[in-house]
């Protein structure tokens, strides 16, 4: 069985950092994408970044400069570096896994396996 174990919310001011850690057990494809999604009351899920097995990584335009995704495949770990933060990227952060998403990086309905969440909330 899949799970997905993530970390590292927390409140902080803007203009902060913080940093995210996703835990990956039971996954045995041979590749993989992996992705942190975010979704605030009332709003859609949101894809933030995006990184393949091979350390291709895509970014959603207003966290571009400010947020880093990153993998240790050796621990199974994904990460999400977080700085300059906004009050507007307060929300339930998710990592997110699947075998293959295409072109479909962002597309929450491309990935098979979630965590539970994680809070992140920016004071102004």
């Known amino acids: 069985q899949v799970q997905l174990v993530e970390s590292g919310g927390g409140s902080v001011q803007a203009g902060g950092s913080l940093g995210l850690s996703c835990a990956v057990f039971g996954y045995t494809y041979s590749t993989h994408y992996m992705a942190w999604f975010r979704q605030a009351p009332g709003k859609g899920r949101e894809g933030v970044a995006v990184?393949?097995?091979?350390?291709?990584?895509r970014y959603e335009d207003s966290v571009k400069g400010r947020f880093t995704i990153s993998q240790d495949n050796a621990k199974n770990t994904l990460y999400l570096q977080m700085n300059s933060l906004k009050p507007e990227d307060s929300a339930m952060y998710y990592c997110?896994?699947?075998?293959?998403?295409?072109?479909?990086?962002?597309?929450?309905?491309?990935?098979?396996?979630w965590g539970q969440g994680t809070q992140v909330t920016v004071s102004s």
């Open positions: 997110a896994l699947g075998p293959w998403v295409g072109v479909r990086w962002f597309d929450s309905n491309a990935y098979k396996y």
């Open positions: 990184i393949d097995l091979a350390g291709r990584s």
